[in-house]
């Protein structure tokens, strides 16, 4: 499975911080491809995925079977929000997930994420930021906001969480495809337009976007950690810059005790 460029730039990211962290149980929540479950699976991590929509959560499983027979991993497709299980997660990770949250169900997630956290766990975040770029995507994909630094200080904030760790991710590249980008969800999706909120956010984990989610074979010339490294370097180089359209955040409640150093 290729990944768009912007994702593994993402990826990339994620593997250094990764690398900082002792491998344990982990949760994510609204797993789409289970490609970033996979890779905390290939770290050495154990976990569980939660998936509201459920021909996603099916390919999912599919995709990680390896994962799922040796009992490492389990797809489990329901809605986080409301989950009871006592869970107790050293890492929780959500990728463009809290950006369908209206404000009541978002404070609802934190809540049910502080349960969830064993004593000395954190949470990482990837959200869409700036709202700049407010674009056909976000609506289509049921969206109700983009965020930014300030945004997600002020939400942790008022929900009583502290933040460990920010960086703004894949600035310039995917500012410079943006109209690219545009231009080929408008084409292949702006039927999606008239849907509810809800039905837009259990199709957004399971998109097929010719040249935007999926790619010919040829493409994985391109589409790889190496080619995109100086790319990666560029967005560490702009990890404060307002304009990009991806933020990462680790961050934890403020009843878990401690900063956390990474």
Known sequence: M??????????????????LLK??????IGIGDGSLSSLLCQLGWKGIGFEINEDTAEKASQSM???VDSGQYEVRQQNWLYNQDNLKADLIVSSMVIEHLNESEETLYF???ESALAQSGICILLVPSSMK?????DEIAGHYKRYSKETLSALMDKLGWEVSHYSSLTYPFSNILFP??????????KNKLSLSMD?????????????????PK??????NEKVLFPFHWLQKKFSNHPDALVAYLECKPLSKGGDVIL
Request: aromatic share 14%; with cysteine.
């Open 2 to 19: 290729l990944l768009a460029p912007g994702t593994i730039l993402q990826r990339m990211y994620l593997k250094e911080r990764l690398a």
């Open 23 to 28: 491998p344990g149980f982990f949760v994510e």
């Open 65 to 67: 079977k390896c994962y």
């Open 111 to 113: 809540k049910r994420c």
């Open 133 to 137: 770029y407010w674009g056909i995507e």
């Open 180 to 189: 690219v980008s545009e231009y080929l969800v408008r084409k292949a999706e």
């Open 199 to 215: 039905i837009k956010t259990k199709l957004s984990g399971n998109r097929q976007v010719p040249y935007k989610t999926s790619y």
């Open 218 to 223: 040829v493409f994985k010339l391109i589409l």
